[in-house]
T-cell receptor, first 108, second 119 residues
Framework: RKEVEQDPGPFNVPEGATVAFNCTYS??????FFWYRQDCRKEPKLLMS???SGNEDGRFTAQLNRASQYISLLIRDSKLSDSATYLC?????????FGKGTRLHILP | EPEVTQTPSHQVTQMGQEVILRCVPI?????FYWYRQILGQKVEFLVS????????KSEIFDDQFSVERPDGSNFTLKIRSTKLEDSAMYFC?????????????????FGPGTRLTVL
């Protein structure tokens, strides 16, 4: 089983819609969790950290469920500029482990 | 805004040749990393570096790979004898603190990457 699993997509979503991404992880020793975004042929950039209590940053909401080993990202009122690949990332023992990512296309 | 820079942006080499990929991390950062991303695949951790030594490395980072901080600003990744399967995008990253067990993770800032093509 992969350490970090994500639906590869692509998700094709009309502008203004709400979209949700899920991610599961297999190692319960994972310590910290993040969502990164990666534009085509560009470097990954941190979108937000994910906390157990859930956290929100503008249109973005992240949730962590340690019992189910599950992380989610919700994007509300999606914009064309949200089109990218969203990477689920965790930190364990000084290693950063990336999921393969979910591709999102926002349609005008 | 400070940023991580990498050179060259694209490196083409013959199989068996040595390559050195260069990175200039953000100036006050203390932790440095190399990742690779094979086309269409996920980003993979290679190595982390702190206080002039490797702090963690992955199974990918075998004897063909080495890292160095030759001066106060550069951080390099050397591949001694490149193989076809080394073709990938190589990202350097830096942070002002490390993701040590039990500590909070500080954001890693990624450079734009070097695309390595091995022929």
């Amino acid at each position: 089983r992969k350490e970090v699993e994500q639906d590869p997509g692509p998700f094709n979503v009309p502008e203004g819609a709400t979209v949700a991404f899920n991610c599961t992880y297999s190692n319960s020793a994972s310590q910290s969790f993040f969502w990164y975004r990666q534009d085509c042929r560009k470097e990954p950039k941190l979108l937000m950290s994910v906390y157990s209590s859930g956290n929100e940053d503008g249109r973005f909401t992240a949730q962590l469920n340690r019992a189910s080993q599950y992380i989610s990202l919700l994007i509300r009122d999606s914009k064309l500029s949200d089109s990218a690949t969203y990477l689920c990332v965790l930190n364990r023992d000084d290693k950063i482990i990336f999921g393969k990512g979910t591709r999102l296309h926002i349609l005008p | 805004e400070p940023e991580v820079t990498q050179t060259p942006s694209h490196q083409v080499t013959q199989m068996g040749q040595e390559v050195i990929l260069r990175c200039v991390p953000i100036s006050n950062h203390l932790y440095f990393y190399w990742y690779r991303q094979i086309l269409g695949q996920k980003v993979e951790f290679l190595v982390s570096f702190y206080n002039n030594e490797i702090s963690e490395k992955s199974e990918i980072f075998d004897d063909q790979f080495s890292v160095e901080r030759p001066d106060g600003s550069n951080f390099t990744l050397k591949i001694r004898s490149t193989k076809l399967e080394d073709s990938a995008m190589y990202f350097c990253a830096s942070s002002d603190s490390g993701g040590l067990a039990g500590s909070s993770y500080n954001e890693q800032f990624f450079g734009p990457g070097t695309r390595l093509t091995v022929l």
